[in-house]
Nanobody, 114 residues
């Protein structure tokens, strides 16, 4: 079993920055870590993922603005979000995958005002 604790969401003006963190606990090997988001009335969508070997994948809408990273020793994944837009407003969810399953965080609200 894996428990996830997210932090770092909040309210920011357009053009600003936020950094999300997600710490995973549990005696298991984590392979892929990532962030997804869900805006009101929309489906949950991929934001970015990172493998244990630090290969990354980004949604086109965030490329060049967001950076995902991880600390394998701490089983923590980060999402640095720069040049935020109103359209980035959503609940952001951490996701981690093990060899047997996957887990979701509780979600953290990111609100970008114009």
């Amino acid at each position: 079993q894996v428990q996830l604790v997210e932090s770092g969401g909040g309210l920011v003006q357009a053009g600003g920055s936020l950094r999300l963190s997600c710490a995973a606990s549990g005696r298991t090997v984590i392979t892929v870590m990532g962030w997804y988001r869900q805006a009101p009335g929309k489906q949950r969508e991929l934001v970015a993922t990172i493998t244990s070997g630090s290969s990354t994948n980004y949604a086109d809408s965030v490329k060049g603005r967001f950076t995902i990273s991880r600390d394998n020793a701490r089983n923590t994944v980060y999402l640095q979000m720069n040049s935020l837009k109103v359209d980035d407003t959503a609940v952001y969810y951490c996701n981690v995958q093990t060899r047997a399953s996957y887990y979701w965080g509780q979600g953290t609200q990111v609100t970008v005002s114009s």
